[in-house]
Every structure is written in structure tokens, then in C-alpha cells.
């Protein structure tokens, strides 16, 4: 699909990186024709289109060969490389860039009247949580037997609804944990928004002189930023 002769670059359709993702690709000299409803985009001055999809399915579609590039929080495409792993799906993938955005960190919290005095407090409990492969893993490094429960929304109300003891959730000023009576505890994944490739070798050279142009102005607006 992605043979055509345009770069194909996923973004997040509606959500916390589509404003930072869209104004990179413009800042670059990217001229967008976005509307809306469309899930595609195409460029007026390059050869370059855009597909705007919910963010859990960049990293498939960039492991996939569907799309060339795709802007993606690290958190998601770890959990989502886990998860084809798991299932002996293809998981390669080339991180281009680490941007300056997004940043966030996945970190276990408990009710604040809770005990805990440690990952081990959390042996034969149930954690709800959107990202049950890195947790499983962090439980599994930690040597610790606890459950991850997979909740896709509302994680954050699974304690007071009696549905786990702790929470594995996003975290960036701490402001939603403190409003639900939530304490942040352990700190399992540092995240910010990257700029992924689909497996190399796989792109045709014309593509690739493309994304090498732009790699470069990319670097130019971050340093401009700092
Ligand atoms: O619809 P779609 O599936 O595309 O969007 P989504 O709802 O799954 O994702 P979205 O837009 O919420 O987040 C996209 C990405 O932004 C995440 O995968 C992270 O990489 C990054 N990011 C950065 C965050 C946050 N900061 C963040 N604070 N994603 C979510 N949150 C949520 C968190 O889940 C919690 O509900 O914000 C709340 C906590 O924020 P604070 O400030 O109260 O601590
Ligand atoms: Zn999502």
C-alpha cells in the first residue's frame, strides 16, 4: 500500500501529541491540507501523505510496512511491540528521532490510606492498568506475583470501585492521581513522543532521500526550541 510514490507519515488523529506532531511537520516546511474528518491528508508541496488514526494503531501500522513513519508516545509503542511480540507478530521498527514533547512517565499509585512499603506490597493484588505487557514485565523483573488488570479508560477510579488495589497509569503533573485519592509510588516507564521508521531496507530510495532531508530540519526546530 505505502509502495505508491508518496511517504506515507502516521499521527495521532485527536489527542495529546496531534497539535506537537502537526506543528514539527509544518515547522519543517510540510504544507498540510488538513480537514477534519478525513482520516488522510496530503501534502501540497511534497510528496508526503498523512494518515490520522488513534494512537494505538501507529506502531502496528508502522511494524506493518502500511505507513513509513509514524509519530507515537514511547509508552504505547513499547506496550504495542510487547504485544506483537507476544503474538509472533512482525516488531521491528527504527526509532528516527526522540522529540521534545509528550513526555510523561507510567508509574504505579495507591490509595493514599493504603499500606506500601514497596513493590512486594503489591504481592497477590490486582493492578488496573491500560498497559498490562509493561507492567507484567516490571512485575516479572521485580519478582513480584501480582495481576495486571486491563482496563482501556477510567483506570484511575479501579481502587475506590473495588476493582483493583492499585493503579499503572500515566503521569504528568500528578494533578488526576491527587483527585482521586491516589499516591504515585513507583516510576516503571519514562515516555516521550519519537519519530519511528518502519523496518530499514524496506523503503525505496526515493523515501528514504526524503526522510533524510527532513531528519535534519527536524533536529534544527528542537534545537531552535532549547
Ligand atoms: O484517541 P486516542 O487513542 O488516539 O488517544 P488516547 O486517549 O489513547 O491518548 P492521549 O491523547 O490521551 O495520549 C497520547 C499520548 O500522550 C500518550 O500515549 C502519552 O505518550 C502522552 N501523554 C503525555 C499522556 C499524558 N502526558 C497524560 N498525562 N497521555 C495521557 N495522559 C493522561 C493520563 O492517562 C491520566 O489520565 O492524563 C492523565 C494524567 O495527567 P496529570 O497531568 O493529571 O498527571
Ligand atoms: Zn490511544
Known amino acids: 500500500m505505502s509502495e505508491s510514490g ?26 498540510l491540507n488538513i480537514r477534519d474528518r478525513l482520516l488522510i491528508a496530503h501534502s501540497t508541496n511534497q510528496p508526503i501523505d498523512l494518515l490520522r488514526v488513534r494512537d494505538d494503531d501507529i506502531p502496528g501500522l508502522v511494524m506493518d510496512g502500511v505507513v513509513d513513519i509514524g509519530f507515537i508516545g514511547e509508552n504505547e509503542l513499547e506496550e504495542k511491540m510487547l504485544e506483537r511480540q507476544a503474538a509472533n507478530k512482525p516488531s521491528e521498527f527504527e526509532v528516527l528521532r526522540r522529540l521534545d514533547y509528550g513526555g510523561c512517565r507510567l508509574s504505579i499509585a495507591v490509595p493514599k490510606e493504603a499500606s506500601y512499603t514497596g513493590i512486594g506490597s ?105
Open 122 to 226: 503489591l504481592e497477590k493484588k490486582r493492578v488496573a492498568t491500560t498497559y498490562p505487557y509493561l507492567l507484567e514485565r516490571y512485575f516479572a523483573e521485580q519478582k513480584v506475583n501480582a495481576k495486571a488488570v486491563m482496563l482501556t479508560g477510567s483506570v484511575e477510579v479501579a481502587p475506590r470501585a473495588g476493582v483493583a488495589d492499585a493503579i499503572c497509569d500515566l503521569v504528568s503533573t500528578g494533578a488526576t492521581l491527587e483527585a482521586n485519592g491516589l499516591v504515585e509510588k513507583d516510576v516503571i516507564f519514562r515516555s516521550k513522543a519519537v519519530l519511528i521508521q518502519r523496518a530499514d531496507g524496506e523503503l525505496s530510495d526515493a523515501k528514504s532521500t526524503l526522510i533524510n532531508r527532513l531528519i535534519p530540519r527536524i533536529d534544527g526546530v528542537m534545537q531552535a526550541k532549547e
Open 6 to 31: 508518496r511517504l506515507r507519515i502516521a499521527v495521532q488523529k485527536s489527542g495529546r501529541l496531534s497539535d506537537d506532531s502537526i506543528a514539527l511537520l509544518k515547522a519543517i516546511g510540510i504544507k
